[in-house]
């Protein structure tokens, strides 16, 4: 099973958290992060979404520790010639783990001639990967969009309402499983 790094901007998003955590947990990939990308998404969380209580924050780093307590890993300082330093982690969250893949948001901040130079990672946008994911396997990918609607209740979101939300982030990965959804109807 391929072992993807999930950095924090992909994490950050309550929807794409979701999918990406239940593609994982439909065993698609094993997810990979580190105490500091934890660490990232929580402060990030924090700071702009007051609204969620720190006990929730909490809750939910638990949460994610308990279902996948493979996926944390120990990091050694990297010092990779990123155009932001600060992401050179996420690099080494992917040496560390043998990881295929990582998933973020800011692809331009890990340039895959960098990358490279230290890992054989492929880096990709959520879009990108959830794309392929859905390739392999497109009737669990169409399951794991029912489950996580099935399960929102504040606010409750249909499939299709939830996948509007994850389009922000992964639009042609929500437009094909839109069609699915369609044809199955």
């Known amino acids: ?29 094993a ?10 998404m929580l ?4 700071r702009n979404r007051p609204d969620i209580p720190q006990e929730r924050l909490v809750r939910l780093q638990e949460l994610m520790s308990a279902a996948f307590p ?27 783990s043998h990881a295929s893949t990582i998933v973020t948001l800011n692809v331009r901040h890990f340039p895959q001639s960098t990358v490279d130079v230290h890992t054989r990672a492929i880096v990709m946008t959520p879009d990108q990967f959830l794309l392929q994911l859905l390739g392999e396997d497109p009737e ?32 042609g990965y929500c437009a094909h499983v839109t069609e699915l959804l369609a044809a199955d109807s």
């Open 1 to 29: 099973m391929q072992r993807v790094v999930l950095d924090a901007c992909v994490l950050y998003p309550a929807a794409l958290r979701d999918i990406l955590l239940r593609c994982a947990e439909a065993r698609f990939f």
């Open 31 to 40: 997810p990979i992060w580190s105490e500091r990308i934890l660490s990232e």
């Open 43 to 46: 402060s990030a969380l924090s």
């Open 70 to 96: 493979e996926a944390w890993v120990e990091i050694d300082r990297l010092t990779a010639q990123l155009p932001d330093p600060d992401d050179s982690h996420v690099v080494a969250a992917a040496i560390a």
């Open 140 to 171: 669990a990918m169409v399951m794991v969009v029912l489950r996580a609607a099935s399960a929102l209740r504040n606010p409750p979101l249909s499939p299709r309402e939830l996948l509007g939300v994850v389009a922000l982030h992964a639009p």
